[in-house]
């Protein structure tokens, strides 16, 4: 059956994650990872400005996804782009 990540590997991605964030720009919510096998996957919401242009968000997701991929070499990511300013970017939070 599969499972979260360890502790220990959860934190690391969250290291990436803060690194990665600007407070108010770009945030990170809704992240959720686990294993299948020796296969690792990740989702993840990131909120970012609503006057990015589709190509500076598309840019800062991959920017990010590359770098995760780098410590995490099995891993496969799933990000969704919302806009921060947009209540219903928070509407899954109370899951």
């Given at each position: 059956?599969?499972?979260?990540?360890?502790?220990?590997?959860?934190?690391?991605i969250?290291?990436?994650?803060?690194?990665?964030?600007?407070?108010?720009?770009?945030?990170?919510?809704?992240?959720?990872?686990?294993?299948?096998?020796?296969?690792?996957?990740?989702?993840?919401?990131?909120?970012?400005?609503?006057?990015?242009?589709?190509?500076?968000?598309?840019?800062?997701?991959?920017?990010?996804?590359?770098?995760?991929?780098?410590?995490?070499?099995?891993?496969?990511?799933?990000?969704?782009?919302?806009?921060?300013?947009?209540?219903?970017?928070?509407?899954?939070m109370?899951?």
């Amino acid at each position: 059956m599969d499972a979260t990540l360890s502790p220990e590997d959860n934190a690391r991605i969250q290291a990436i994650l803060d690194a990665h964030a600007e407070p108010g720009r770009s945030e990170f919510h809704a992240v959720r990872t686990r294993e299948s096998g020796a296969r690792q996957f990740m989702e993840m919401h990131m909120l970012v400005p609503g006057d990015w242009t589709v190509l500076r968000g598309h840019d800062a997701m991959e920017d990010l996804v590359e770098k995760i991929v780098a410590e995490f070499p099995a891993m496969r990511v799933t990000g969704h782009l919302e806009p921060v300013s947009d209540p219903r970017s928070y509407e899954d939070m109370a899951l």
